[in-house]
């Protein structure tokens, strides 16, 4: 395509912002400080977490960036960005997890495989875009389509990027048909990030989101969008973000025996305390996200200073400074929430959180239950250990 | 109505199989044994849990009872059975769980109030009706409608029956509009159950069906259906099948600080051993169900027979007899597996199940963590204590 170029070295990376935590370098793999995450609603993008699988793609010139709809339909079409832009704008306010979000603690338990993160592997942005469903009617596709008549099930995302050579060319993804042309579940083809363009780092011109899913669906750079009638069959999607059983490993793993994760299960952390905070004796303030996958609203947050013996209910915030309310229409069912709780000092120095979400779904307690190969939805009661001293908050 | 009683007593009561174990006779609730429950994939309707709040209506002349669609609507309509089998058929394999399915369990933490039920309180069947969307739009509400134009947003169920006084008259429920206007909802008005028409204990001769959800919204003996502004102020919607957190008592519980249950978590249950069990040394066959609300399938079951140190997954059968598909088109993501696994006899004698739902849910290890007052909701880890010895299978 003209104008692009997605460089297979890593000349050309964006710049970041100095305080990431960078868990990889090339690719480009880093997470904003606990207290910096927590600090706002909206995740300011300099601070919202960078996944990349390779160097990130040169766009220069975007008018004549152009996607393709192709596969099992009757009108495959160019799309430029004016015609993106033609289609009704949508906001939406979505957080986007890594599934591999909280691996280096699942790697306490035995060593998984994959990038490190902390709790930072998530954000929650407003993205501003067109809507999948409307993108695919102008392909012919209706609304509430299961199957188009040449039996194409699945919606294909590939990107521009140049990912490693192992992962089999360029980033690919797919989601079902069913959830691409229902307009509730609210999938973007974005290209504002917070009001502004998206930068490079996060898809700059085009990127899909898939609210409620892991990460590795919201393809970034996007290229073409191919209908067919399996599910993808990328490397990311049939031998990579799939979870197994504690009892495999990398000797017995069947990768067709799981199905690619999509939705993620209810989470939570805690971010205003690190493991090697010192505190001071009298009362503490906990403060941290919580969020669950699948449009599934937060229904509380429970810290507790005893081990799990007794639990407080958090107060829950949504947009910054406003109490959470579930009836409240403007309620962003895709994003996470900001919890807060004080508490004092306890005795013992470890402090738990858990969340609930709205379908009645908990966090394990322990994460020896839900450890997996591949270090993937570590969703496990938060733990937080602290030393009592001179303060050094 | 005319031809339509609801009895204030309960002389006009079903009759009943003799095999279920009665938990409350007036209203009539029971469950049937473990062993039965898993022996089939769609549950005979004898077999099937019965949930009442109050005595059985009896409709003598279905060819004159009808319905009302009323409320924040411009064209209020009265709808006769034949209007209703008029509508496009559909058949939808749902298994419906009562929200205190195991709450006997949740009492030995520490007692909680409800009807005492065993692990039993579910069944899985075939309900063939009309689709509520289907309905809706004969009143001029169309697909995918979040609001009406005079600012309907939920859909109240009103039953005919004559529940218990202090409930507040006839039993009701509310689910979203946007879930009743939406076709992959799949929530019926249904009245055959298992191919036959419904029987009395089950709602005959219409009742609504929400896959999904806790029984509790699958309002039976249907009289009205009423689009409101607000959600349902009944009592079972208001001061019942709610989940408070496990601090919360009845001298502190404030109820409208919680939302209604809907959705039902990840559950699972051992149905071939009861704690009573004597087993042989030797190979032991565990077998039992799971299910996930909000259509999430169930990616995997666990079993353990060390107390959860380790685990080996079981098998699942979907339709008697077939494996679990996940990919299959006929796949019942309504539905319940039943799942089986072979162990030999531990030295431990308890044995541990456990599910994890398609959104990587999982069930909580301990019941104290989800311990709530009114005893909803038990989706613990189901362990089951066993003896070893001469067996009594």
Not at 94 to 120: E, F, H, I, P, Y
Request: aromatic letters at 8%.
């Amino acid at each position: 395509m003209p104008g692009i170029r997605g460089p297979s070295d890593y000349s050309q990376e964006p710049p970041r912002h100095p305080c990431l935590a960078i868990n990889s370098k090339e690719p480009f793999n880093a997470e904003p400080p606990r207290q910096v995450l927590v600090s706002s609603y909206v995740t300011p993008v300099e601070f919202f977490y960078k996944r990349n699988h390779g160097p990130i793609p040169v766009v220069d010139d975007v008018e004549r960036y152009s996607i393709s709809v192709t596969g099992l339909i009757d009108n495959p079409k160019q799309l430029f960005m004016k015609d993106i832009r033609n289609l009704p704008k949508y906001n939406v306010t979505a957080t986007l997890q890594c599934a591999g979000n909280r691996r280096t603690a699942m790697s306490k338990t035995k060593t998984v495989k994959g990038v490190g993160w902390d709790v930072c592997a998530l954000g929650n942005a407003v993205w501003g875009g067109a809507k999948l469903v409307d993108v695919l009617e102008l392909v012919g596709i209706p609304k509430l389509t299961s199957a188009t008549w040449s039996g194409g099930k699945h919606v294909e995302f590939i990107s521009i990027d140049k990912c490693k050579e192992e992962n089999g060319g360029p980033y690919k993804a797919s989601i079902a048909l069913s959830q691409a042309t229902n307009p509730a579940a609210d999938v973007l083809l974005a290209y504002e990030m917070n009001g502004e363009p998206l930068n490079r780092d996060h898809g700059y011109p085009l990127r899909v989101v898939v609210p409620g899913v892991i990460g590795a669906r919201s393809v970034k750079w996007l290229d073409s969008i191919n209908i067919i009638a399996e599910e993808c069959q990328g490397f990311f999607m049939q031998k990579d973000y799939k979870m197994f059983p504690p009892s495999v490993n990398w000797d017995n793993i069947k990768w067709s025996t799981r199905r690619p994760l999509m939705d993620f299960p209810v989470q939570s952390a805690i971010c205003s305390l690190e493991d090697v905070t010192i505190v001071k004796h009298g009362k503490i303030t906990v403060k941290g996200y919580a969020v669950s996958g699948g449009g599934r609203g937060i229904e509380r947050v429970d810290v507790s200073i005893d081990g799990g013996k007794t639990w407080v209910e958090a107060s829950r915030y949504q947009k910054t400074g406003t109490p959470y309310n579930p009836d409240d229409e403007s309620s962003d069912r895709w994003a996470w929430v900001i919890f807060e709780a004080t508490a004092d000092i306890p005795t013992s120095t470890e402090i738990v959180a858990k969340a609930v979400d709205t379908a009645a779904n908990v966090q394990p307690e322990n994460v020896e239950s839900i450890w997996n190969l591949r270090g993937v939805l570590n969703t496990s009661w938060h733990r937080v250990q602290f030393r009592i001293g001179k303060s050094n908050m």
